[in-house]
């Protein structure tokens, strides 16, 4: 697998609407993108920051991930997980990761936000932090 560089962190949030302000007003980011992404029950928002983009993500249901992980954080958000870009496809890193042993959580790449393809690593495989790896299907 190659990883060329960390594509972004994704930051659960409770609201998009409080926490762009935050990200705006006090730390002089700009939120470049906004888009709700159905089948994850999810609504995100980016910003840049030198080469790395920061994902807020706020749950749109609450059987969502984000909201299973807001409730298990005490109703705050936080950190969760961080995406690495990988040159030589989701599938062929997932076959790896797998031929070494570890666990997925997303058997085969599915659609995220900005169009990449993407999957997920298990938190049991990464010593507990949840891992996505990523892939923009036009380069």
Do not use: W
Request: net charge negative; proline share 4%.
């Amino acid at each position: 697998m190659n990883i060329s560089h960390i594509e972004h962190v994704g930051i659960a949030v409770t609201s998009l609407e409080e926490a762009i302000p935050f990200y705006e007003k006090m730390l002089g980011f700009k939120c470049f993108a906004i888009e709700e992404v159905a089948d994850q029950k999810v609504k995100t928002a980016f910003f840049m920051v030198g080469q790395t983009k920061i994902e807020l993500l706020e749950a749109t249901a609450p059987e969502s991930a984000i909201a299973k992980f807001i409730e298990k954080n005490g109703g705050r958000g936080g950190i969760q997980h961080i995406a690495f870009a990988v040159e030589d496809g989701v599938a062929n890193a997932l076959a790896e990761v797998q031929e070494k042993g570890g666990r997925v959580v997303d058997a085969v790449p599915r659609k995220g936000a900005e169009g990449l393809n993407i999957a997920f690593l298990h938190p049991k495989t990464t010593c507990g932090a949840l891992v996505e790896l990523c892939e923009d299907p036009n380069k």
